[in-house]
């Protein structure tokens, strides 16, 4: 052990005291008990003080008196783009390219098949995909230099499974052939053929930060779209889907943006694309006109084309309130944090853990690290499950990987020292090996 537990809680305090986003943590809901320390928000992100209040309203308020009133006196109608446009600030898009609805699945599948059809159509000439622009008009020209069979859609092969799985169906749906290839390669594999590029931006398991800018340049010059998942970095550092040219990107909410278990996911469809986005999922609420009840479909303007169906109105709403954490907060300085505590959580179990016991999986650099950081260790689930006995809660991936997570917002550099320490203390009392 290089450093003494009172020299590294010492410079924990400091760091916490100097920490420009300390006063956020009182806007979160943490446990009472000050030894519990809470390095899962990479799952399921801390409840936002705001939120139980703001949610009793809507229910008490908004249904329980105004009722259908509230589609329009209470702006239910316009929250999926509303709150769209909050998320968008934490990822780097303007106004007007972000809806809010429907699981991260769900938006993954729109995503695909939408970029596919409009890979294809441009390949065939430019012509438009099925389902037009509102006003029947073509939406772009014809790129000639692009053209070509466009039937193949590559995956990050390490992706989380429903991605894979849904990139699977989206490929039988639109006759192209699935490539898994490992995300860092990507940029090299794509080629003439290629459609669409599905890519996590972080990869859950391991914490690894994917080339967005340097991938997404890559796909575009091989004349094919790519669609960013953005679960494990929306909220946790900066990702400039519109300074990068990102064509699509979806991402959930109950993470780094804390919003709640199963809270509604987020899609976003670059406003270049939004005339020739052909959602493969057309409901009544991304109709041009949804009131009109026309057996004919007709897509609305922009973002709107990623609704579906009635908004899930309540756990909407508490994403609403729970993004108020983020009212003057810099993206950058919470990555900036992020970084600091990743490092600072690394030296503690350099220091702390016997030596050869666990393994780090997340790279050390830190243009590849987002804020998790994946330890190997042969018995990982009986001690992650030790751990949480003990006031530590992160998770467990099989077969060997403990994951901790940190959420800037409201993780201190003081819960970081602990957690190593009590990790070094249950490794200590359980000898293995690295698997």
Known sequence: MSEPHATLAEEAAKLDAADELRAKRAEFVLDDIADTVYLDGNSLGALPAAVPARLADVVGREWGRLRIRSWEESGWWTAPERIGDRIGRLVGAAPGQVVVGDSTSVNVFKAVVGAVRIAQARAAGGAEPQGGTRDGTRGGSPDESRGGTRDEILVDESTFPTDGYIAESAARMTGCTLRPVPAPDIAAAVGPRTAVALVNHVDYRTGRLHDLPGTTAAVHAAGALVVWDLCHSAGALPVGLDAHGVDLAVGCTYKYLNGGPGSPAYLYVAREHQ???DSPLPGWNSHADPFGMAPAYAPADGALRGRVGTPDILSMLALEAALEVWDGVSPDAVR???????DFFLRCVEAYVPAGRVESVTPAAHHERGSQ?????ADAGEVMAELIRRGVVGDFRRPDVLRFGFTPLYT???????????LAAVLAEAPGEVA
């Open 336 to 342: 900036a944090k992020s970084l600091a505590l990743t």
């Open 373 to 377: 950081v994946a330890l190997r260790c």
């Open 275 to 277: 005339p020739r986005f």
């Open 412 to 422: 201190g550099f003081a819960d970081v020292e602990r957690a190593a320490r009590v």
